[in-house]
């Protein structure tokens, strides 16, 4: 069994993995048998050659998708084995999403795609707390303005602030950084950086980069689906080199 154990703190765990599979048609076996625990408070990378799994773990860990064998727990919270309108609710209430492409609604405000996901699932804002996130992202004054009068970087800080809404136990972010120039890049992962260690927010990022990796507390290396390194204070030439290492598996 490939298992992990990252973070730090004495609460229960922010997301559980045990004895993940998931095989897809065909018989392709995307995860293999995968555990591991998130503890709250931690920026977790999830990184990997093409084709390692990356994307299906966070999937399954955000109860996107449903594992074929295993258990997923969200803040204790059973994910696995649910139905898709359950899941769906579980996700509203617990998890955020940051994507590479942003998913901003281009006719909305910045404030109105923030809040958008709120609204929908018929829950008031909290504007004292969303204030406290647009000043820490430096989106001060940009509220009004549409994706289009916005930068690459600060369209993907609205996305931060949006998945963060909603004080989720998680916020999984899938390739944040991938549609970013360097510095914005830079600029980005700095902010969730800072989300983790000033607010305590829990943060799981799949990326292939290994730099991008190298922000995050650990790095979970994955290969063939399964777990095969759990690196503390990841470096990007060390993460670099692991990878290379692994890209004909």
């Known amino acids: 069994m490939s298992t992990a154990v990252l973070g730090r703190g004495h609460r229960a765990p922010a997301v559980t993995l045990t004895g993940v599979g998931r095989v897809y048609a065909g018989g392709v076996r995307a995860l293999d048998d995968v555990s591991l625990t998130v503890e709250h408070g931690t920026f977790v990378a999830v990184t990997g050659p093409p084709g390692s799994g990356t994307s299906t773990l966070m999937h399954c860990a955000a109860g996107l998708d449903a594992p074929t064998s295993g258990s997923v727990r969200v803040d204790g919270q059973e994910m696995s084995g649910l139905s898709e309108s359950r899941r769906g609710e579980l996700r509203r209430e617990r998890v955020g999403f940051v994507f590479r492409t942003y998913e901003l609604i281009p006719s909305l405000s910045a404030e109105e795609n923030i809040t958008l996901p709120l609204r929908l699932a018929g829950r008031d804002p909290d504007r004292e707390w969303l204030a406290t996130l647009v000043e820490r992202v430096g989106l001060t004054g940009r509220l009004a303005a549409r994706p289009a009068e916005l930068t690459d970087a600060e369209q993907q800080r609205v996305a931060v602030v949006r998945a963060l809404a909603g004080r989720p136990v998680v916020v999984f972010a899938d390739e944040p950084t991938g549609a970013l120039d360097p510095s914005s890049a830079h600029q980005v992962l700095d902010l969730l950086r800072t989300l983790v260690d000033d607010l305590g927010q829990t943060v799981v990022m799949v990326t292939h980069d290994p730099a991008a990796a ?12 399964k777990v095969v390194e759990s690196v503390e204070t990841p470096t990007a030439p060390g993460l670099a080199s692991r990878l290379a290492s692994l890209g004909g598996r």
């Open 214 to 225: 190298s922000r995050a507390h650990r790095a979970l290396v994955m290969a063939g689906g």
